[in-house]
Nanobody, 116 residues
Framework: QVQLAESGGGLVQPGGSLRLSCAAS??????????MGWYRQAPGKEREVVAR???????TYGDSVKGRFTISRDIAKNTVYLQMNSLKPEDTAVYYC????????WGQGTPVTVSL
């Protein structure tokens, strides 16, 4: 069983930065068992992948965030992060963390609003 808790969302001006955190409640090192990812869903749109970090440490990014966002992990804390720089209004969405293997677990989401 995995429980995920996102935090760090909020209101930020265009060009600003935020760091999201996703703390996993799991017995053991979650990164040994699950691929982790960040997804987002804007109003009226489908959920899309933002960034993923696989068990071996390989990272991938959605085209719209490449060069601006960075996914990372702290194995000791069972926590995955999303550093978001140069934020744009179109980054406004609810951001979700997930853990994926044979089953997919989702957090409750944290809202990010990029606006003046």
């Amino acid at each position: 069983q995995v429980q995920l808790a996102e935090s760090g969302g909020g209101l930020v001006q265009p060009g600003g930065s935020l760091r999201l955190s996703c703390a996993a409640s799991f017995s053991g090192n979650i990164f040994s068992f699950y691929d982790m990812g960040w997804y987002r869903q804007a109003p009226g749109k489908e959920r899309e992948v933002v960034a993923r970090i696989f068990r071996g440490g390989v990272t991938t990014y959605g085209d719209s965030v490449k060069g601006r966002f960075t996914i990372s992990r702290d194995i000791a804390k069972n926590t995955v992060y999303l550093q978001m720089n140069s934020l744009k209004p179109e980054d406004t969405a609810v951001y979700y963390c997930n853990a994926e293997r044979t089953h997919i677990y989702w957090g409750q989401g944290t809202p990010v609003t990029v606006s003046l």
